[in-house]
């Protein structure tokens, strides 16, 4: 089969989870680069990055490079390209642009030339033409300028990635799902012992922890741009889906404790782990994070994102929050492993810890600190 060039984007910070994600699962020729991991793989292996990969967000295939000085060669060298593969001459298609130090620094302009490339494209060879639309679009173009080189890809994801098809309750700022595995993958868990999360809000952090340890596919619960393509083979994709889809170990057991103050939260955490077919591996309730039962030489993981500034609103009754959660740890939880996702570092400090190891995370726009640490 045909090799192509691919690049799978992730959050800042996360580049070194999904190399090592990337590498477990033997793809071919990956190098770590800021935002993502590059390697030249056939479709099989988007297919596969797409349906396996826990931290990815997109997985981009790239189609041509080359240099951009002004419009007009952005507009020919989009011309070039032959987009029948990926889209039909009566569908849809939408275009991201970025750009940085270069000529064409206007991010609208360059993606309106793009669209201008693409049409023409298709109006010359087939006398009729695509259209845009920004939702549902069949393909979604991304252009990259950078220092005047423009790198044109295709998204074989459509959707980000971390929208995975279960979640039925988004709750209150929710962390997203890729953010929560890359957390769980730091946390180095075994996958076997009782994970707790006494701020569990809509279970994100739960259900992922459940999917990873029973082997499932975050990519099983929901469709893909590539299969919008021309070019797609629907069978060969569906005899490759249902081999991701028998890796799964469903009848493994696990001990997933989930607790939170909001009933609203407990009961949507309920729906969204029925939706992932996880629902007898979760113990939730309702109560304060710092009543939390932890049993003595249990050797669990408490694996949480604490709250800093949604739930608890004043700076002093997070500061607070922070030092009580370190104190009940410490007093009750010897022998537990810890994978704290905390906002400001000094809310970090706060909790009284020493030795620990530091990630630095984005959640949304906001930079977060991950601690892990065996207590």
């Known amino acids: 089969m045909e090799r192509h060039e691919f690049f799978v984007t992730c959050a800042p910070g996360v580049e070194p989870v999904l190399f090592q994600e990337m590498k477990v699962l033997k793809f ?5 680069q800021v935002g993502g991991v590059y390697f030249k793989g056939t479709m099989e292996h988007a297919w596969l990055a797409n349906l396996q990969l826990r931290t990815a967000i997109r997985v981009l295939r790239r189609l041509a490079r080359f240099e951009v ?22 569908g849809t298609f939408f275009v991201d642009a ?25 109006r010359k060879r087939e006398r009729r033409r695509p259209s845009v639309a920004k939702e549902r679009a069949d393909l979604r173009v991304h252009v990259h300028v950078w220092r005047d080189r423009c790198t044109l890809a295709v998204d074989t994801s459509g959707d980000s990635l971390h929208k995975r098809g279960w979640r039925t309750y988004q709750g209150l700022a929710p ?22 999360d006494p701020f569990c809000g809509s279970g ?19 469709s ?17 889906r249902k081999k991701i889809q028998d890796l799964g170990d469903l009848n493994k057991k696990l001990f997933l404790f989930g607790r939170d103050l909001e009933k609203k939260h ?46 608890v609103g004043e700076d002093k009754d997070l500061e607070k929050l922070h030092r009580d959660v370190g104190s009940k740890l410490r007093q009750e939880a010897a022998g537990y492993h810890l994978a704290l ?11 009284g810890f020493h030795d620990w190891q530091e990630h630095t995370l984005r959640n949304g726009s906001l930079q977060c600190s991950l601690l892990t640490l065996d207590l």
């Open 28 to 32: 071919p020729k990956v190098e770590c």
């Open 69 to 90: 000085m002004d419009a007009d060669d952005l507009y020919s060298g989009v011309r070039k390209v032959d987009w029948s593969p990926f889209l039909a001459g009566d």
């Open 98 to 122: 970025q750009t940085r130090e270069s000529a064409l620094d206007h991010s609208q302009f360059i993606a309106q030339r793009t669209k201008d490339g693409i049409a023409d494209n298709f």
């Open 175 to 196: 962390m997203s799902e890729t953010l929560a595995a890359a957390v769980l993958l730091l946390s180095q868990w075994d996958r076997k012992s009782p994970l707790i």
């Open 204 to 222: 994100t952090l739960l259900v992922e922890a459940a999917l990873l340890a029973r082997n499932i596919a975050p990519g099983l619960f929901r």
């Open 224 to 240: 893909f741009g590539f299969q919008n393509w021309p070019e797609h083979r629907p069978y060969p994709y569906a005899s490759f």
């Open 266 to 311: 407990i009961t949507g955490a309920e729906a969204n782990a029925e939706s992932a077919g996880l629902g007898d591996l979760f113990q939730l309730s309702v109560g304060d994070a710092l009543d939390f039962p932890f049993k003595k030489g249990w050797g669990a993981w408490v694996v949480s994102n604490l709250p800093y500034g949604h739930r």
């Open 341 to 351: 996702l905390t906002g400001e570092r000094r809310f970090a400090h706060a909790m």
